[in-house]
C-alpha cells in the first residue's frame, strides 16, 4: 500500500470517525422538553388517564394530548405535591418536598408566608423564599439544580413560562440561577395577573402587581393570547440551538390552567354552545389552548427534522382546582377522584403524565406503576446521559427510564410520600376534603392520610377505591401499623418538619408516634 | 517509514488540524462586548477626549476608562445622534437616522410621538415604533440587526441593561427579536423607573411604570444598585459561552447614567465632600458606578483567561444632558463643547469612545479621526471576521477596523449626518442651543448646522472653535455652499424626513434647496 495513500485514508477515516463521534454525541444527549401544565387536574383533557373514558374526559378538547399519548406511554399513578412550588421545587432538585422544607407554594414576596393563621398551630418556619443556590440564603434548600447540570453538559437549556422557584430579593427569583440560558416570563410569581394581551399581560400603568407577566412587552395589544405568546417565544428561543445542532433542554411551564380563569377566546365558544358553566367553559378554553401549544410545539419539531430526537415529558404540577373560582359543584371537578388542589386525596395530587421518546417508548402504551415529580430529575440526567456528579443534594427520586425501556418491568413497593404541614385557605369545609395539615403515603395500593389537626389516619385500597370513600382503618390495622410507620419513618428521614401547638410549643408527633 | 506508523502520525495530524483550525476559527471570531453608557457626555471621565485635561475631567473618577484607554485606542472625534433611540438604531443596523427614520427616542407605548405639539410645524409621521424585524409592522424601519449576524455565525449574543429598540406591542420591544440569546432587563423602555433595589427598580407595588427595570426581582431589597446588579448579571451570563469555549458578543447597555439622577451610595459621598452640587455629586456617582462595572467586567475577562480575544468598545448614545433635571449652569455641563443631549452642536452628539483590541490596536494611542454611531455595524461585522450577507437593508456605516489595525492611516474627508427633525422639550433656551429642528453634517473640520425653523445655517471651523462660537457663514461662503449640497445630498439620498408646515402643508426644503 502507498502511504500516500494511506495517508489520504486515515485523514478521512479520521475525520469520520470524529463526525461518527458527534453524531453519537447527539444521540446520547437527545433534546428534552418538560411540559408542565399549571394546576391542571386528571381528568383535564380528552386523554383518559383512568380505566375508562370517564364524563370529564368528553367535556374537553385536547387533539394534541391524545396524539402524543398515541406516541407515547401514558403513566396512570404519576404523582406531584398538592401546591405548585413544592412539586416544581421537587421536579428540579429530586427532593421529596419533605425533605427540601418547600412544602407550600411561595410568595413573589421575601421572608412572606402564604399560609393562613391559623387556631391550633403556630406559623412554621418553612422555606418560604424557595429554592436557592446560596446556603447563606435564609429560608430556602440548597441544591443543585436540574437545568444547571444540563447546561453544564452542552444542553442549551430554556425556560418559558411559570418559574416560581423562590421569593424576590432570593436566588430562587430568576431562572438564569437554576441553569436555564433563556428566560421568558418566568419570575417569582405563582401566577399570572392577566393572559389578555389587551391587558398587557397585567401590566397595567399606574397598577403594579407582582403577577404581572415580565418579558412579553412585543405582544402587548396584538390580540395574542398569554399561552400562544409563551409558545411563540419558546419557538423562537428554540431556533438557536436547532440551527447549532446542540441538544436542548426546554422547560416550558404554562401558567395555562392556573387562576384568573379567564377565556381564551380562540377556543371558548364551542364550550359556551355545549351549555357548560360559563367558568367551567373558561376553563376548558384554557385547556384547549395549553393543548394546542402543545401540538404547536410537536408540529415545529417535525418541521425542523428533531422531532425523533426529542424526548417530551407532559406533567402538571398538582391536581385540578376543586374550589371556589371554579363553577359548579365542589368535589366533582376530578371525578373520579376525591377533592382536588392542594389536598392530599387523589384529586390533588394525581396528575396527568404522557412520555414520548421517538425510538425507546412504545407507542400507545400505558404504564401504571407508581412514580412522582422527584423523578423527573434522576430521569431526565438518566435521558440526557450525563453524571449526577457534584450535586450537594440527597435525591428522594428514581429515575423511570427503566419503565420507558422496558414497559413490562415491574418494580417493587415504593412510599410516594406527600406532606401538607400547611393551613392552604381557611374554608369549613377543606379539612374534611383532605386539605389543611395532612400528610399521606401511597405504598402498592394502600393509601394513608394522617390528618395533623387530630392526629387521625384514613387507609384506602386505590385498586377499589380510587375515590378514597371507604374509610378502612379500622379493618385493616396492620396495613395501618405498617403504613403509619413507613410514612413516620420516611418523614423522620427525610427531617420534615410537623406543625407546631400554640398550646404545647411541640410539634405534632410523626405518624408512627402518634398512631399505635 | 512503516504505514503503521504513518497511520499513528497522521491521525495525530488530522487531529491537531482540526485543534488548529478550531482555534483559528476562535481568533477568526474574538469575543466583543460593547459598553454603551446612556447619556454619557464627551467630559464626563478623567479620560480626557479634548487636547488637554479640562476642569469636568478633574470632576470625575473613572479609573477603568483610563485603564481601558492606556489599553487601547482613544477616539476623539467619536459620534451619535443627539438623542438615544437613533442612535441604538443605528448600532444595529449600520444605518443613518436620517435613513431609519428613528429620529427620535420612541415612547414605550406604540404609535406615540414623543414629540411636543409645535406651532409651526405639523407633528411628523416618522419611525416612532422604532426598529422591526417584520415588514408589515406600521412606523418601523426594517433592518437585518447586527446581533442576528453574530449569532448566525455562532457568536452566543448577550444584551444586559437598556434596550429601546421599539415600543411595546412591536418586535423592537424584545432584544430576542434582534438576535440576541439572553436579555437582562432590556425592554421598550428608555431610562429606568428607579436605580435603587429598595424600590425594586421601580416595581413598585401598586404604581406600574412603563419604565419599571424588568428581570432583576432576585435582587430586590439586597442593597444592589442597579449597574450593579446588570453587571453581576452580565457575568453570570458570559460563564456559559467562556465555559464551552464558544465566541460571545456582549451587549452591556447600562441605564446610567441617565435620568432620575440618583445617588449610587458607593460612590456619592466623596463628591458631596468635594463640594459638588448635590445633583452633579449624584450624577459623578453614576459615572463612577458605570467606571466600576467597567473594571468588573476587565477583571473577570482577566480571571477568565480570555481577555486577550476579547473586544471591548466603549461608547455613549449621545451628549451630556445639559439642562432641566442637572443642577449648575446651562451650557456648561460638557464645556468646552456647545449645549448638549438633543443638540446637534457638539455637546449633543460627541461622546467617548475607547477600542481595546489586544494585539491588534496599539495601547495608549489616540485617534482623531471621526467616526459615527452607525460605524459600529460594519466595524462589529469585520472583528467578527463574519459576512454581511443577506442583509436587507443599504449600510451608511464604514467600518472602523482599518483605522484600528493601521493608526497613521488618514482618511478621505467624510460626511457625517445628524438629522433631528423633531421638538425634544419646549423651552425657549432650546433653539439657541441647537435643539428642535436642526440638521447638521460634519465634514473634514467644517460643521454646518441647519436650522429647520428659519432655514438658516450656521458654519463652525471645529478645529480653531471647538465651542462653536464662531459662526463663520458670511464669510466662508463657499464651505456653506459645498456644506449645504452635501448635506442635501445625503439627506435626500437617505430620503431624510423633513418636519412640514402647518401653513402650506408642505415639508421644509433640504438645505441646499433653502440656502442659495
Known sequence: MNCIRTFGYTLVFSLLMLGGYAQK???????????????????????PFYDSLMPLNKQYHTPNMEHMAMMGVKFTNAYAQPVCTPSRVSYITGMNAARTHVTNWTSPN?????????????SLNWNMNGWSNNAKMERTVLATPLPQLLKEAGYYTIHAGKAHWGAMGTPGANPYNLGFMVNISGHAAGHPQSYLSEERY???????????VPDLEEYYNTGTFLTEALTLEALKALETPISRKEPFFLNIAHYAVHTPLMADNRFVQKYYNAGLDSVEARYASLVEGMDKSLGDIMNFLKAKGVEKNTIILFISDNGGLDHHERGGTIDTHNYPLRSGKGSVYEGGIRV?????????????????????????????????????????????????????????????????????????????????????????????????????????VELYNLSKDIREQKDLSNQYTAEVKKLTILLGTELRKRKAQMPILKSS????????????
Chains 1, 2 share one sequence.
Open 110 to 122: 421575601k421572608n412572606t408566608d402564604a399560609d393562613e393563621k391559623d387556631y391550633q398551630f403556630e
Open 25 to 47: 454525541a447527539m444521540q446520547n444527549h437527545p433534546n428534552i422538553i418538560v411540559f408542565m401544565v399549571d394546576d391542571m387536574g386528571w381528568m383535564d383533557s380528552a386523554v
Open 352 to 456: 396527568p403524565m404522557i412520555v414520548k421518546w421517538p425510538g425507546v417508548v412504545l407507542p400507545k402504551t400505558t404504564n401504571n406503576t407508581p412514580v412522582i415529580i422527584e423523578d423527573f430529575f434522576p430521569s431526565i440526567v438518566d435521558m440526557a446521559g450525563i453524571a449526577q456528579n457534584n450535586i450537594v443534594q440527597v435525591i428522594d427520586g428514581q429515575s423511570f427510564v427503566p419503565l420507558l425501556k422496558n414497559p413490562k418491568m415491574k418494580r417493587a413497593d415504593r412510599a410516594l410520600v406527600f406532606h401538607y404541614p400547611h393551613k392552604w385557605i381557611h374554608l369549613s369545609e377543606n379539612e374534611k376534603l383532605g386539605i389543611n395539615y395532612f400528610s399521606a403515603i401511597r405504598y402498592g395500593n394502600w393509601k394513608l392520610l394522617y390528618n395533623m389537626r387530630n392526629q387521625s
Open 202 to 212: 397585567g401590566n397595567i400603568p399606574g397598577k403594579y402587581r407582582a403577577q404581572a
Open 505 to 516: 410549643g411541640k410539634e405534632i408527633p410523626f405518624p408512627d408516634d402518634a398512631v399505635q
